[in-house]
């Protein structure tokens, strides 16, 4: 093998990541803290192997003794893990990755935090793209806990302007994905852009809606792809808009108004979007909402629409339980409450709350753009290649 080939077996460092105008500046110890806790992530993910071999060769065999049977679902499982050392070892450790990347981010933009504040107040001064409203508050499933271990959530100020949860959650994305997402952590939204682009090449959409946007990185690939377009992105904190307002404007992205409004009660009328996205945004949903929500978008999208929603996969009855209950880890010890319930659901049927027929369904994978080594691969729309490509599951239909 090439030195290369070796040193793309190691995940990018923290600078290949796009410094745009808006991005925390760090410190030389600041980028080796997140290099660190980037290759710490990288280990765990790696040594997570060591999991499938405690199940097959204890946890399992265990369970099956004592209880005369096979496990009959993730959560016994996951029950059985907790006795298991390694599974705790590997557990702590990767919880411990999730509360020290926040810690670092927290840390880079605090010490930053007027400087950041005032480049965003310059940035977004005087323009109608961005629409933040006071009286909308975070909805109580998305704010009871801190989200993924994120102080404050989406949407916590802390003064005046604050944009200190956007620019943490752009700092750290990188971290927590080992660099698989691109340079500009956008490799789901231009995965999508591209998939759309070839599999739909007479599709026109005039207007766009991305919900939950955060700080609207995976929609501006969206924008980009289709500049004529009006683009709206939606989401509950005001900090976030604030700091992904900005940061479009740094990129000259100027065809996307963020809006800070409940998805839950949007005044669109009937029929207003071409397109609808969702990107990582329904597993952090309540069960009630989700299906509000899917009701909502049914209703926004026109006929002959296109709704797509990215997240990691639903558990379909081929999965095996062990990948089921290692997928679940998420929601039992990284505050993702919702996690579990929504990726046990059928795709099909979450498309159907929102009215979508099952002959419309439509199921395909998308490939993030990623650095390897020193290269920035392109996008790719489907991929067989799991190596270090971020593959993300896409789920939609057409309305009909
Ligand atoms: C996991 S993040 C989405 C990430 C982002 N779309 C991406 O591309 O990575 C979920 C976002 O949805 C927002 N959200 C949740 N419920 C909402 C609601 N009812 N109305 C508006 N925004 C909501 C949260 O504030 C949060 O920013």
């Known amino acids: 093998m090439k030195d290369s080939d070796y040193s793309a077996q190691l995940p990018p460092t923290y600078d290949k990541v796009h410094r745009h105008e808006m991005f925390p500046e760090t410190t030389h110890d600041e980028t080796a803290r997140f290099n660190f806790i980037t290759n710490l992530n990288q280990h765990l993910s790696t040594v997570s192997a060591g999991n ?53 981010g927290r840390s880079v933009v605090l010490r930053q935090i007027n400087t950041l504040n005032k480049k965003a107040e310059q940035l977004n001064a005087g323009k109608s793209t961005l629409q933040l409203n006071p009286e909308i508050k975070s909805p109580r499933y998305a704010s009871a806990v801190d989200i993924h271990c994120q102080p404050g959530g989406y949407h916590t100020e802390i003064c005046e302007g604050d944009v200190s949860v956007g620019a943490n959650y752009d700092s750290g994305i990188f971290v927590t994905t080992t660099g698989g997402v691109g340079p500009m952590i956008d490799g789901g939204g231009r995965a999508v852009a591209k998939a759309v682009q070839d599999k739909f090449p007479d599709f026109k959409p005039k207007r766009i809606l991305d919900v939950g946007c955060t700080i609207g990185h995976n929609v501006l690939p969206i924008a980009q792809a289709y500049p004529d377009a009006e683009v709206i992105a939606v ?94 880890w998420d929601c039992l010890y990284n505050n993702e409450p919702f996690w579990s319930k929504m990726h046990g659901m059928d795709a ?29 691969k392109p996008a790719k729309a489907v991929s067989e290649d799991h190596g270090r490509e971020a593959l993300w599951t896409v789920f939609g239909a057409w309305k009909s």
């Open 348 to 376: 099909k049927k979450i498309m159907r709350m929102g009215g979508f027929k099952n002959e419309n369904y439509m199921e395909f994978k998308a490939a993030a753009e990623t650095i390897d080594g020193d290269v920035t």
């Open 52 to 104: 499938r071999l405690a199940y097959e060769k204890r946890v399992r065999p265990d369970f099956q003794k004592e209880n005369g049977r096979d496990f009959n679902n993730r959560h016994e499982v996951n029950q059985a893990f907790k006795s298991d050392p390694y599974w705790q070892t590997w557990s702590a450790l990767r919880r411990n990755t999730m509360e020290m990347r926040h810690q670092a």
């Open 235 to 328: 989401d509950a904190g005001a900090p976030v808009l604030r700091y992904g307002h900005a940061r479009a404007q740094s990129f000259g992205v100027n065809n996307v108004t963020f809006l800070q409004a409940d998805v839950e009660n949007l005044d669109y009328e009937d029929g207003y979007f071409d397109w609808i996205q969702t990107t990582m945004f329904l597993h952090e949903l309540s069960s009630k909402s989700i299906r509000h929500i899917m009701s909502e978008l049914g209703r926004m999208l026109k006929p002959g629409g296109l709704l797509l929603q990215v997240e990691q996969p639903q558990y379909t009855p081929d999965m095996d339980l062990f990948e089921q209950a290692i997928r679940d």
